[in-house]
């Protein structure tokens, strides 16, 4: 009898971003970056390996992917049968748990999950090590979801040395994260692509490097001595940092829309009104604004009156992957 195992895995919001791939086969990154992990975007993932099966299954939130939309889950699932030995087809059946159908779905929980369920669906026992080196072959950002809190992934230089490493796994910090869903369609530049596009053509990259480096060395300490406002200004500058690869590639592009600039303007609003809350944003529109849980009430109240209140989220810090019976 195949097992059969699920796998729960939530996603995480990046403070020092991860923008740049040393090698993009392997996934190995330019730097390192740290994230927090956030309890309400996460993805369930089954899968059982079938000896009857003629190709891998796959499906997402009940609708079956054809072939080419499932070639990453593919190619992912080779490389559990090459760790594994085992040579059946799987069936994967995955479903993200997102509170609206806007476009917070990631990557990150989604290559967590997979990568949980398809080693011990295939027999693996891998640590939490070898499962985030596991997570980062799928997608980088995943590297990062094995575990809970904050999470620092260590660039390395090859397969072996490349991982993510738990910061503060229990997060004893009242501190939220309000996401706004300010466009919940598919982003037209992938992370894949624009990230590779910045590595390759925009003057700035040899500086993000020197800039994540020292945000990482400020950041650290700053969450331990629970320092808020230097983790803010840390995660919001480097964020605007990132994002001023995307407008200094060739040919430049944006992930912001109008809304998207709006909002930060109202973040700027509420600090000057005495509210420190700070924004950070990935490969696409929707702000994520970093706040203290005190604040949550006004924020939320603002940011409804702004956007409506199907496009207000709040998060707190989330646990790493589970294993559900
Ligand atoms: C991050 N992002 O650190 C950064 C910040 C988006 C902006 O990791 O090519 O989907 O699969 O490794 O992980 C999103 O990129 O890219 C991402 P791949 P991924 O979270």
Redesign the pocket.
């Known amino acids: 009898m195949n097992a059969t195992v699920t796998a729960r895995a939530h996603t ?3 403070l ?4 740049g ?1 040393a090698d ?1 086969d392997l ?1 190995i ?1 330019q730097t390192g ?1 740290l ?1 927090l992990t956030l309890d309400q975007f996460y993805t369930d993932t089954t899968v059982v390996f079938d000896d009857r099966l003629t190709a891998d299954e796959v499906s997402v939130n009940g609708q079956r992917l054809s072939t080419s939309q499932a070639t990453k889950v593919h190619n992912f699932l080779n490389l559990v049968r090459q760790q594994s030995s085992r040579t059946s087809f799987a069936r994967v059946t995955s479903v993200n748990h997102v509170p609206t159908a806007a476009g917070l779905a ?3 929980s989604a ?1 967590a999950a997979l990568a949980g369920a398809a080693s011990r669906a295939a027999g693996l026992t891998l640590d939490r090590t070898a499962l985030s080196r596991l997570a ?1 072959r ?7 979801s094995v575990f809970g809190g904050f999470v620092e ?1 260590h660039a390395g230089h090859d397969d072996l040395s490349s991982y993510g490493v738990p910061f503060v796994e229990d997060v004893d910090w009242p501190i939220a994260v309000v996401a706004l869903v300010l466009d919940p369609h598919h982003k037209k530049i ?3 692509q ?3 596009s910045s590595v390759n053509t925009s003057p700035f990259y040899p500086a993000w490097k020197q800039i994540v480096a020292d945000d990482l060395a400020a950041i650290k300490p700053a969450i331990l001595a629970h320092d808020f406002t230097t983790v803010g200004e840390t995660l919001e500058s480097n ?1 605007m940092r ?1 994002h001023a690869l995307t407008l200094s590639a060739w040919p430049p592009y944006s992930y912001f829309n109008g809304d998207t600039l709006g909002a930060m303007q109202t973040v700027k609003e509420l600090r000057a009104q005495g509210i420190a809350c700070y924004y950070t ?3 696409g529109p929707n702000l994520k604004v970093f706040c203290q849980t005190a604040d949550v009430p006004a924020l939320t109240a603002r940011f409804t009156q702004q956007f409506g209140a199907n496009n207000v989220i709040v998060a707190h810090p989330g646990p790493g992957i589970q294993f559900l019976d």
Do not use: E
């Open positions: 995480n919001i990046a020092v971003k991860y923008w791939k993009t996934i990154p970056s994230s990631s990557s990150a290559f980062r799928g997608s980088g950002s995943a590297t990062r992934w992938s992370s894949r624009g990230m590779q964020a990132m944003l990935d490969a």
